[in-house]
């Protein structure tokens, strides 16, 4: 029997001169995802891929490093040149990893705080008779 040999296309780099930054401070991590302007993930980069472990995750300084290794990935694949970014949640990268999408040579058309907050939140339990 002949062997068939399948060609794989080869991925194509897509020039994208304006994308986004999705950036999540927990208290644990920061993971700070670039994507373009219909929001599918282009490059991405979090504290464990920057080397960080166990508590040094959360820390401002790994919040910067996470989004220079994540900014200069996109801007070396994509040729990102400016970005909007979008913070959620409430962790203390959240200001350092701005600063470090700033000195990864970007330019930052806006900044949107896209934290939940519960309008009203759920019910409250009946409280207990005795």
């Known amino acids: 029997m002949a062997k068939t040999t399948i060609k794989k296309s080869k991925k194509t780099r897509q020039i994208i001169p304006h994308g986004q930054a999705h950036i999540n401070a927990t208290f644990n991590n920061t993971i700070v995802s670039i994507?373009?302007?219909?929001?599918?993930v282009l490059t991405w980069s979090s504290g464990w891929s920057a080397g960080f472990k166990g508590a040094r995750e959360a820390t401002p300084y790994a919040a910067q490093v996470v989004a220079e290794q994540a900014i200069s990935k996109?801007?070396?694949l994509h040729s990102i040149e400016s970005?909007?970014?979008?913070v959620k949640w409430i962790g203390i990268g959240r200001e350092q990893a701005i600063r470090g999408l700033i000195?990864?040579?970007v330019d930052l058309k806006a900044i949107f705080d896209i934290t939940p907050v519960p309008h009203n939140g759920c019910r409250k339990?009946?409280?207990r008779k005795l």
């Open 74 to 76: 996109a801007k070396t």
């Open 125 to 127: 339990k009946k409280v």
């Open 35 to 40: 994507t373009d302007e219909k929001g599918s």
């Open 103 to 105: 000195s990864g040579g």
């Open 83 to 86: 970005v909007d970014v979008y």
